[in-house]
């Protein structure tokens, strides 16, 4: 392995490039503060009052009172709008009131259906057993309007046979009325 060359005319601590950057903005801040006369740039901001140092004994005593101003502008505002948060959150709690008794109302009113469905429901099952009983009743009274047709039938025919057999003398007549010889 071959030794690196280094450069013996810097001292060892430049050699790196960050060592290099660090010593440099070391240099420009010294140099900065040796510096005799110190002038800051202006903004175009309004909300923004930069300091201004052209002169080392400025009166700041008309900054001072323009950024009191301000401030009570400021604390001014905060009270306005403390004012209005507090008006808004009086207002949110009048209309919870009623939101929560109809809420509560609600419920109740869910429970009050719930138990009326279920007093219904036994009625209902009695209604729809009945109308299965009447459907039944209607197909016996059919039944029985059939026999009954049936029975007037036989019966007709029972009455035409007695007939018959009164108007022949029947048998045991024709028996009874034959002459002894």
């Avoid at 030794?3 to 140099?31: E, G, L, N, W």
């Avoid at 040796?34 to 901001?45: N, P, R």
């Avoid at 008309?62 to 001014?76: D, F, G, M, P, T």
């Avoid at 209607?138 to 029972?158: A, F, G, T």
């Amino acid at each position: 392995m071959k030794p690196k060359r280094t450069d013996s005319t810097r001292p060892k601590i430049f050699q790196s490039p960050a060592a290099a950057a660090a010593a440099a903005s070391v240099t420009a801040a010294y140099a900065l503060a040796k510096s005799e006369k110190l002038e800051f740039i202006e903004t175009d901001d309004s909300n923004f009052e930069g300091v201004r140092e052209n002169n080392p004994v400025q009166d700041f005593s008309i900054e001072i009172n323009a950024i009191r101003e301000e401030n009570k502008v400021l604390v001014s505002s905060v009270a306005k709008v403390k004012a209005e948060n507090s008006r808004v959150r009086e207002k949110i709690d009048e209309s919870m009131v009623p939101t929560s008794e109809l809420s509560t109302e609600l419920h109740s009113v869910q429970g009050q259906l719930v138990v009326e469905r279920s007093r219904c429901s036994k009625p209902e099952a009695q209604i729809a057993e009945l109308q299965k009983r009447l459907e039944t009743s209607h197909s016996i009274e059919d039944e029985v309007q059939q026999l009954r047709r049936q029975k007037s039938m036989v019966d007709r025919n029972m009455e035409m046979a007695v007939a018959q057999t009164q108007g022949s003398g029947g048998v045991c007549r024709w028996i009874a009325v034959t002459p002894n010889t």
